[in-house]
């Protein structure tokens, strides 16, 4: 029963660089996001996906890129990475997109700081 | 653009109270869905409620009811008989295409 899985939980960056965020959901899921909730702040879209091969920008994209090849997998890059960044990330999936109210199961977060 | 609006930063309540919890939104949408999570210490987003716009009768979840005014934009979540795990910071958020937006939260300290 794993649902929405994000790795790692805890990660320190220096300032520039790049590393990975990874995500997968075993609930052959279609729509598939990206969050992050800055301290004290409610959750950020950067990038979500509606199925394998297309994903587009959310809310706050910049300084970040997704990849969908499959549909259980779901990374998030960050490239440079910056003082700014510092956040929670969570990724989340649904079957459809919120216009259905379908439920989005959300992973455990992943608490990232930038040093 | 949609937003969420969630007025009260922070609030607290005895055990066994009952709280209410605020939130107004704004679009120009006619269907949309909107929900309530919690979010405990540890972080995770657990799903406490929904309500669909166009249905009229508010939804109920054991303790936790909500008012849902569509006139007015305004979906608040009442919690009654607040027990200590409720403890927690509480997300109003709206939903109408592809994601969720959500409020700033409000975080909700139950003493007993």
């Known amino acids: 029963n794993a649902g929405v899985t994000q790795t790692p939980k805890f990660r320190i960056l220096k300032i520039g660089q790049s590393m990975t965020l990874q995500c997968t959901q075993d609930?052959?899921?279609?729509?598939m996001y990206w969050y992050r909730q800055d301290p004290g702040m409610g959750l950020k879209l950067i990038y979500y996906s509606v199925g394998a091969g297309i994903t587009d920008k959310g809310e706050v994209p910049n300084g970040y890129n997704v990849s969908r090849s499959t549909t259980e997998d779901f990374p998030l890059r960050l490239e440079l990475a910056a003082p700014s960044q510092t956040s929670v990330y969570f990724c989340a999936s649904s079957y459809s997109g919120d216009s259905s109210g379908n439920t989005i199961y959300f992973g455990e977060g992943s608490w990232l700081t930038v040093v | 653009a949609q937003t969420v609006t969630q007025s009260q930063p922070e609030m607290s309540v005895q055990e066994a109270e009952t709280v209410t919890l605020s939130c107004t939104y704004d679009t120009s949408e006619s269907n949309y869905y909107l929900f309530w999570y919690k979010q405990p210490p540890s972080r995770q987003m657990i799903l406490v409620i929904r309500?669909?716009?166009?249905?009229?009768q508010n939804a109920t979840e054991n303790r936790f009811s909500v008012n849902f005014q569509k006139a007015a934009k305004s979906f608040s979540l009442k919690i009654s008989d607040s027990q200590l795990g409720d403890t927690a910071m509480y997300f109003c958020?709206?939903?109408?295409?592809?994601?969720?937006?959500f409020g700033k939260g409000t975080t909700l300290s139950v003493s007993s």
């Open positions: 609930m052959n899921h279609n729509y």
């Open positions: 958020a709206f939903g109408a295409g592809t994601a969720l937006i």
């Open positions: 309500q669909e716009a166009y249905k009229q």
